[in-house]
């Protein structure tokens, strides 16, 4: 292995080995530009398979087909004679028939520069080699390769970022420095950023604030209380003289007019004046007396017609001769005493409209209050009657069904389910083990929903895939991983899409 590595890449080497294991041949290591996929491949094939014949490409914008397939023959057969006229799968198949190469790794870097046709050959070498053949590519993109398992690389986390900064800078700044903390940050966990720090140029001078001296201060203060005296003084000024302009518009306002000629009246005209000003007031008061005479006069047709309508109604309930002697009564009061009687049918009548208004207004609310009542008691009995039903529908709707169904064989398998599934859907693989008994303890232990086991041979060995199955998006996929318990986390369950599976399940009938 290299000599610096992360452990998180280290870790992620790890499981590119164990996925070739699994018996997935074509592995396509995703990450942006500068997060290392080229340094991580470097890794893997240093440390890993060192019996294997290896072969590491680094394709560029100029790279040939032909190119590629003799680097690739070249490190996997001893002194291979190439035919440039023949692909690469029909070369490795007449090489191999001439001289058995054994197992080989082919890690290829920058997968956006391959051909279709040689996309194509890979996948086919990949799944019909004579002899075991891992195929390990980089990619900016996923799915460059439709049938290769894509693997992503995640950006390196804080703590990782000054970790890999140390291992190549032997003085760094504290964690508290602003400068270097921001740098961090805007790096985004990018191996190519980080590396790019320059100390020299990422470090400030400070210099202490010259301080004021004694004679300074003094001379400061005295400007200042000098400036504010000023201001006082112009704030005072522009006062008074806004007070002495409204003073001149005040005096300017009330100046009287004086009168051309004195005016002299003669005793004979005072006295007319005097007549004519007191028959104006007869005149006014008299008219007063009128309005308040037309206004009481209004008053009393009022309460008349008042006590009229009041002593019809009383006159409606009772008896014929009753309302005769009713009527003689109330006619020989009027004559005597009109005010009086007025007055008390104006106060009977005012007690009455205020009893019928009491009872209007309680029968109102009384029908608004108890609407509500009525409605809520209605929706209470109809909710009663649905929710028997309801309930029942919802326990047929949840009954759980039962997962890991033996197929015809007897085994604990799930081949026939998983044909049957959208190839597009994911899966999340928790195990793969050769002892059936084990996955069912597996199983058992952990009770999952969603548990699904497909049964392949590899190498004439049947081997037991638990799974967690289906999801239509790798999202979908991912967040339900989240949620899964630390003791199944720990085993680094991965994503794998359906049609993978179908091939497994197709490649081990044609096995059998």
Same mark, same amino acid.
């Given at each position: 292995?290299?000599?610096?590595?992360?452990?998180?890449?280290?870790?992620?080497?790890?499981?590119?080995?164990?996925?070739?294991? +699994?018996?997935?041949?074509?592995?396509?290591?995703?990450?942006?530009?500068?997060?290392?996929?080229? +340094?991580?491949?470097?890794?893997?094939?240093?440390?890993? +398979?060192?019996?294997?014949?290896?072969?590491?490409?680094?394709?560029?914008?100029? /790279?040939?087909?032909?190119?590629?397939?003799?680097?690739?023959?070249?490190?996997?057969?001893?002194?291979?004679?190439?035919?440039?006229?023949?692909?690469?799968?029909?070369?490795?198949?007449?090489?191999?028939?001439?001289?058995?190469?054994?197992?080989?790794?082919?890690?290829?870097?920058? #997968?956006?520069?391959?051909?279709?046709?040689?996309?194509?050959?890979? &996948?086919?070498?990949?799944?019909?080699?004579?002899?075991?053949?891992?195929?390990?590519?980089?990619?900016?993109?996923?799915?460059?390769?439709?049938? #290769? =398992?894509?693997?992503?690389?995640?950006?390196?986390?804080?703590?990782?970022?000054?970790?890999?900064?140390?291992?190549?800078?032997?003085?760094?700044?504290?964690?508290?420095?602003?400068?270097?903390?921001?740098?961090?940050?805007?790096?985004?966990?990018?191996?190519?950023?980080?590396?790019?720090? !320059?100390?020299?140029?990422? !470090?400030? /001078?400070?210099?202490?604030?010259? *301080?004021?001296?004694?004679?300074? =201060?003094?001379?400061?203060?005295?400007?200042?209380?000098?400036?504010?005296?000023?201001?006082?003084?112009?704030?005072?000024?522009?006062?008074?003289?806004?007070?002495?302009?409204?003073?001149? &518009? $005040?005096?300017?306002?009330?100046?009287?007019?004086?009168?051309?000629?004195? /005016?002299?009246?003669?005793? %004979?005209?005072?006295?007319?004046?005097?007549?004519?000003?007191?028959?104006?007031?007869?005149?006014?008061?008299?008219?007063?007396?009128?309005?308040?005479?037309?206004?009481?006069?209004?008053?009393?047709?009022?309460?008349?017609?008042?006590?009229?309508?009041?002593?019809?109604? $009383?006159?409606?309930?009772?008896?014929?001769?009753?309302?005769?002697?009713?009527?003689?009564?109330?006619?020989?009061?009027?004559?005597?005493?009109?005010?009086?009687?007025?007055?008390?049918?104006?106060?009977?009548?005012?007690?009455?409209?205020?009893?019928?208004?009491?009872?209007?207004?309680?029968?109102?609310?009384?029908?608004?209050? $108890?609407?509500?009542?009525?409605?809520? %008691?209605?929706?209470?009995?109809?909710?009663?009657?649905?929710?028997?039903?309801?309930?029942? /529908?919802?326990?047929?709707?949840?009954?759980? &069904?039962?997962?890991?169904?033996?197929?015809?064989?007897?085994?604990?398998?799930?081949?026939?389910?998983?044909?049957?599934?959208?190839?597009?859907?994911? *899966?999340?693989?928790?195990?793969?083990?050769?002892? !059936?008994?084990?996955? %069912?303890?597996?199983?058992?232990?952990?009770?999952?929903?969603?548990?699904?086991?497909?049964?392949?041979?590899?190498?004439?060995?049947?081997?037991?895939?638990?799974?967690?199955?289906?999801?239509?998006?790798?999202?979908?996929?991912?967040?339900?991983?989240?949620?899964?318990? !630390?003791?199944?986390?720990?085993? &680094?369950?991965?994503?794998?899409?359906?049609?993978?599976?179908?091939?497994?399940?197709?490649?081990?009938?044609?096995?059998?």
């Amino acid at each position: 292995m290299q000599s610096q590595i992360l452990p998180s890449r280290a870790a992620l080497v790890d499981r590119i080995a164990m996925q070739f294991e +699994y018996g997935q041949n074509l592995i396509c290591l995703v990450g942006n530009s500068g997060l290392g996929k080229s +340094y991580l491949a470097e890794s893997f094939i240093t440390d890993k +398979y060192p019996e294997f014949n290896k072969a590491f490409v680094k394709l560029g914008a100029h /790279t040939k087909d032909t190119e590629l397939v003799q680097q690739l023959l070249e490190n996997s057969f001893r002194a291979p004679l190439v035919d440039h006229k023949l692909s690469l799968t029909e070369n490795f198949f007449v090489l191999y028939n001439e001289q058995p190469c054994g197992p080989c790794l082919w890690v290829i870097d920058g #997968a956006r520069h391959l051909s279709d046709e040689l996309i194509q050959e890979l &996948q086919l070498l990949a799944k019909k080699a004579p002899d075991t053949l891992y195929i390990l590519t980089t990619a900016q993109a996923p799915k460059i390769l439709p049938e #290769a =398992l894509d693997i992503h690389l995640e950006p390196l986390s804080l703590v990782e970022s000054r970790r890999l900064m140390a291992m190549f800078f032997q003085q760094l700044p504290p964690q508290e420095d602003p400068i270097f903390s921001t740098f961090l940050h805007e790096a985004g966990g990018n191996p190519s950023i980080l590396l790019e720090w !320059q100390q020299n140029q990422h !470090q400030l /001078t400070l210099k202490s604030k010259p *301080t004021l001296s004694r004679k300074q =201060l003094n001379l400061f203060l005295g400007a200042f209380v000098v400036i504010t005296t000023l201001f006082l003084v112009a704030v005072v000024y522009q006062k008074d003289l806004a007070d002495l302009l409204r003073m001149q &518009q $005040d005096v300017a306002a009330t100046q009287v007019e004086e009168l051309p000629e004195p /005016t002299v009246l003669t005793t %004979q005209q005072a006295l007319s004046d005097n007549d004519s000003q007191s028959a104006d007031d007869v005149a006014a008061e008299q008219s007063s007396d009128d309005t308040q005479a037309a206004v009481q006069h209004d008053v009393q047709s009022i309460l008349g017609a008042l006590t009229v309508s009041h002593s019809t109604q $009383d006159g409606n309930q009772t008896n014929e001769p009753e309302k005769d002697s009713g009527n003689e009564i109330a006619s020989g009061n009027e004559i005597a005493s009109g005010n009086e009687i007025a007055s008390g049918n104006e106060i009977a009548s005012g007690e009455d409209t205020d009893q019928i208004t009491g009872q209007v207004t309680g029968q109102v609310t009384g029908q608004v209050t $108890d609407a509500p009542t009525v409605v809520a %008691q209605a929706l209470t009995q109809e909710t009663a009657a649905e929710e028997p039903e309801a309930t029942g /529908t919802q326990e047929q709707i949840e009954t759980p &069904q039962p997962a890991g169904v033996s197929d015809q064989s007897g085994g604990l398998s799930d081949n026939t389910w998983f044909m049957a599934q959208d190839s597009n859907a994911w *899966t999340i693989q928790l195990l793969a083990v050769t002892d !059936q008994a084990v996955a %069912q303890r597996y199983v058992a232990q952990h009770k999952l929903a969603q548990i699904r086991i497909a049964q392949v041979k590899r190498n004439n060995k049947d081997w037991w895939f638990v799974t967690l199955a289906p999801f239509a998006t790798l999202d979908d996929a991912k967040q339900a991983r989240a949620n899964l318990p !630390q003791a199944v986390l720990a085993g &680094q369950p991965f994503f794998k899409r359906i049609v993978q599976i179908k091939q497994q399940i197709q490649q081990s009938q044609t096995q059998k």
